[in-house]
């Protein structure tokens, strides 16, 4: 059974940074694009980054998070990360690895991050 484990959520003043991680069991990690996702109260969950497998890993964000938050993967490691900087309250959300495989969609437990002074 596919395994996605989020860590690294927490309380952040605005304007400070996190780094969340996700380590991914049970499936050939390298093979597949991998999503970071956010759901914050009331809220649909939303797609935040994307990175591929192509060429070391190519990179997708959404308008609200460029600049500020960065994806990338350490294959060896079979672990995703996020990067986030600049952090705003607005950023206040459960954050969820994601993985498609097989057009089936696999998420982890989630992180909770907070942006508050």
């Known amino acids: 059974q596919v395994q996605l484990v989020e860590s690294g959520g927490g309380l952040v003043q605005p304007g400070g940074s996190l780094r969340l991680s996700c380590v991914a069991s049970?499936?050939?990690?390298?093979?597949?694009?991998m999503n970071w996702y956010r759901q914050a109260p009331g809220k649909e969950r939303e797609l935040v980054a994307r990175?591929?497998?192509?060429?070391?890993?190519?990179?997708n964000y959404a308008d609200s998070v460029k600049g500020r938050f960065t994806i990338s993967r350490d294959n060896a490691k079979n672990t995703v990360y996020l990067h986030m900087n600049s952090l705003k309250p607005e950023d206040t959300a459960v954050y969820y690895c994601?993985?498609?495989?097989?057009?089936?969609?696999?998420w982890g437990q989630g992180t909770q991050v907070t942006v508050s002074s």
């Open positions: 994601n993985v498609r495989i097989v057009s089936y969609d696999y």
């Open positions: 049970k499936f050939i990690f390298s093979r597949y694009a």
């Open positions: 990175i591929t497998t192509l060429g070391g890993g190519s990179t």
